[in-house]
């Protein structure tokens, strides 16, 4: 699970991504639920044309001037870590 709030935390978890996974870009899967201040969207993360490495889920709240406050990412499919030695 990642989690972040506000802009810059937000922009920064997005950054680690793209700095851990150089090329991945995230592709949203369907369409955005939304209520109230609440939203939820599927996304994935792959290479440009290349099969899905990870994908999951986001919920996010909407602040009162309609920009994401904080996100919760849930990743429900990735490669497992390699066993430490």
Not at 37 to 48: G, K, M, Y
Not at 54 to 63: E, L, Y
């Amino acid at each position: 699970m990642l989690e972040s709030e506000g802009r810059k935390g937000i922009d920064a978890m997005v950054a680690g991504v793209h700095e851990r996974f150089p090329g991945y870009k995230f592709r949203r899967t369907g369409a955005i639920d939304l209520h109230h201040d609440r939203v939820r969207f599927s996304w994935e993360l792959a290479p440009a044309g290349g099969p899905v490495f990870a994908d999951g889920v986001d919920f996010g709240v909407i602040a009162a001037d309609g920009r994401l406050q904080t996100i919760t990412g849930f990743i429900d499919h990735a490669p497992a870590a390699p066993a430490s030695e």
